[in-house]
């Protein structure tokens, strides 16, 4: 049985032929309306969303599946204690599929370990969205006609923007791509993306602080809302919240067929006044969301009924006499859990902690 936690968690020919799928899907929706007749989607959401639940929703209504699932965990058994090993436990019994959003780091993962059926990750704290990136990949490849032989700005809060992270890591697979991180000093992309992309791939990038010096340059804009709920001060993020806004001026230094993308909700980092501009495209990527959703639900289903043995995570080499101080870890909550740690820098010492990629 597959799960996804990561867009790392799907090769690129895998991840092509679900974006074929997903546009197949778009031009004949009928022919996929009975896909999912018998079938029930869960969606287990511990942290407000729109987007994300909904799209998940649609899509599985759209398949002729049925929804089960909480928007929140004061709506939830976790209010009173219930582990996330638990909760995917019992809602295995209901759903034959489910997708997951949690404000812990690695809480998506610890349901996979236990889980009986596919679980999706629908976002985990400041870690990855990889579903927000199927999406921003079929609207890419959509627009742009190709996901190589791409120069891609990403603005805004590159720390605990969790698209971005899980969008890096992605796009950092296709030939001549090179990233231009546009962000203030204090959300700066967080060291396992530099680590896992930068560092060990040698992806092209450059890091600069004006998203007008930027603008020439770039195919694709990326912008991300600063993440509020995410920051410890929050006097640190009234200080950042503003650090950029496009405009109609700063489109004027855009090439003509670049195309901005945000993942959603947007704040005041784009100008309701941009959303006339052809190059504009963030509503067509919400939307996108959707087919690209159906597709993924079609094709975990059909990996799990043709092998439905629960896939445990690989243990080789792992590491267990380590304590993640990450804050935002589940491992903080949920204290049961054993503590797992990968060496990725055998000369350097560095260890990483599975659910949440921190370092040790
Ligand atoms: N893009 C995204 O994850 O939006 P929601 O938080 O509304 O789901």
Redesign the pocket.
């Given at each position: 049985m597959r799960h996804l936690m990561s867009p790392l968690d799907l090769s690129v020919p895998e991840l092509e032929k679900l974006l074929d799928l997903a546009s197949d899907i778009e031009k004949n929706p009928k022919k996929y309306a009975h896909t999912c007749d018998d079938k029930r989607l869960a969606t287990l959401f511990y942290e407000?969303?729109?987007?994300?639940?909904l799209s998940f929703e649609a899509a599985m209504m759209n398949l002729g599946g049925k929804v089960l699932g909480f928007s929140s965990a004061d709506s939830s058994s976790a209010a009173k204690g219930e582990t996330v090993a638990d909760t995917i436990r019992v809602v295995s019994c209901y759903a034959d599929i489910c997708a997951m959003?949690h404000p812990k780091e690695g809480a998506p993962l610890v349901a996979s370990m236990v889980s009986n059926i596919p679980v999706i990750n629908?976002?985990d704290g400041g870690h990855q969205?990889p579903t927000?990136t199927l999406t921003d990949l079929l609207t890419i490849r959509s627009l742009k006609g190709r996901l190589d032989n791409l120069t891609i700005g990403l603005c805004g809060d590159l720390k605990y923007g969790r698209?971005v992270h899980s969008l890096i890591e992605a796009m950092s697979r296709y030939k001549d791509i090179q990233f231009v991180l546009i962000s203030p000093e204090e959300l700066k992309i967080p060291g396992f993306i530099r680590y896992n992309v930068f560092e060990n791939q040698g992806v092209s990038y450059t890091e600069v602080s004006s998203l007008e010096e930027a603008m020439p340059k770039l195919d694709v804009l990326y912008m991300t809302r600063i993440q509020r709920e995410r920051f410890d001060d929050p006097w640190e993020y009234e200080r950042l919240k503003d650090s950029y806004v496009l405009d109609t001026e700063k489109m004027k230094l855009a090439k003509g067929k670049m195309c901005v993308l945000h993942?959603?909700?947007r704040v005041n980092e784009i100008s309701v006044k941009v959303d006339d501009d052809p190059r504009a495209a963030y509503f067509r990527q919400?939307l996108n969301?959707k087919y690209m959703r159906m597709a993924l639900i079609l094709k975990l289903l059909d990996e799990a009924a043709r092998n439905p043995a629960k896939e445990a995570i690989d243990t080789t080499g792992l590491e267990y006499d380590r304590v993640c101080r990450n804050p935002k870890c589940i491992t903080q909550t949920e204290q049961e859990l054993p503590q797992l740690f990968r060496c990725t820098d055998k000369a350097a010492d560095i260890h990483r902690c599975v659910y949440c990629e921190q370092r040790a």
């Open positions: 407000p969303s729109t987007r994300t639940r959003r629908a976002g969205h927000q698209t993942p959603l909700p919400a969301g």
